[in-house]
Structures are given as structure tokens and as C-alpha cells.
């Protein structure tokens, strides 16, 4: 038997603090500032127009469980679970959703809906959803995000410049145009 889920657009600020504490709960902690963050959902759900690419899935008692954001402008599709909500077919739904959106989402914005195709992200080693992705005609791409990580415990080097080269501040207003 299906839980019973409740959908809704994305209506106000406290939708947005719950989507960012939806996040905290379904990503693990070396994951959390991967895209989107929560300081990109901030930045993304800044643009009236963009929260028009969200759809929220809740509980019977009104608890965010799930969440896609559209980015109209590059296609792309973000969703987060909450891992208890996992084998419910969320994903299922999220993606015919966002399917259905794309096109509508691209119109309002101005966009050309011509030879449209619905991107969405995925680490190499998450089996689980290039496996929903690719059950859902979506093809894996050649191009790939690199995630680099550097541990403070050791003082970071000065860097080496090249033979002429400085790192300087400012020296005032006189240099802003020049630096333009």
C-alpha cells in the first residue's frame, strides 16, 4: 500500500528552510555542499521566477519528505528524499513531474523549448540512481565535476607565481576601471 502524499508549489520562505533541513537529513555529511547546497538553494530560490521550478511532496502530517527543483535555464533537475521515504517511488514521480514542468517552466522564462532534454547529476558511485536515471531514458554524459578537498590540519603553501608576476591589493579607486 502507497502512503498517502500530499504535492504543492513552492510558496514561501519557511517551504525554503525546509527544504535546506531536508537536505542536512538526506545527504551524508561529506556531501552536504554538493549542488545544490543549501547556500544555492539560498541563492537559486532568490529568483521569484525560479521557485516556480519547485515541487514539495509532504506527509500526512505535513513533513517535508521530498522536493525537485527545475532549473529552467539549463534543464537541469535537483531533488532530495528523506531516506525514510525511501521505496516509495518518489523518484518516479519527481521525474515525470519535472518532465511535465520543463517545457511550461522554459515558455514562461522566454526560452526556446526546441529539442529540449531534462539533465540531472549523478556521483560515479551512486549505482542506485544512475540505475533510476537510466530506467527513465536519461544517458550518462562525458562530462564530469571534480570535487576537490584539501585538509587544513598542514598551513597552505604560498603560491609560486610566475617570473614577473605579484599579488598585490588594490591600490584605490584610480585602478577600479583599469581592473574592470
Known amino acids: 500500500m502507497r502512503t498517502t502524499l500530499t504535492t504543492s508549489p513552492y510558496q514561501a520562505e519557511v517551504d525554503l528552510r525546509a527544504m535546506i533541513d531536508l537536505l542536512a537529513v538526506s545527504r551524508p555529511t561529506d556531501r552536504q555542499d554538493e549542488h545544490p547546497s543549501a547556500n544555492s538553494l539560498y541563492e537559486m530560490l532568490s529568483v521569484p521566477m525560479q521557485r516556480d521550478g519547485v515541487r514539495l511532496w509532504r506527509d500526512t502530517a505535513a513533513r517535508l519528505i521530498a522536493y ?17 521515504a525511501a521505496g516509495l517511488g518518489l ?18 522564462w522566454g526560452l ?45 603553501p604560498a603560491p609560486t607565481l610566475p617570473l614577473g608576476f605579484v599579488i598585490r591589493p588594490v591600490t584605490g579607486e584610480q585602478e577600479v576601471e583599469a581592473l574592470v
Not at 71 to 84: G, K, M, S, T
Request: overall charge negative.
Open 91 to 108: 523518484e518516479d514521480d519527481i521525474i515525470a513531474w519535472a518532465s511535465q514542468y520543463l517545457p511550461h517552466g522554459r515558455r514562461a
Open 112 to 156: 526556446s523549448t526546441d529539442n529540449l532534454t531534462l539533465d540531472a547529476s549523478c556521483r560515479s558511485d551512486d549505482g542506485d540512481r544512475i540505475a533510476l536515471l537510466e530506467s527513465h531514458g536519461f544517458q550518462a554524459l562525458p562530462e564530469r565535476s571534480v570535487h576537490l578537498i584539501r585538509l587544513l590540519a598542514e598551513p597552505i
Open 68 to 84: 525537485a527543483l527545475v532549473d529552467v535555464r539549463y534543464c537541469n533537475l535537483y531533488w532530495e528524499i528523506h531516506p525514510a
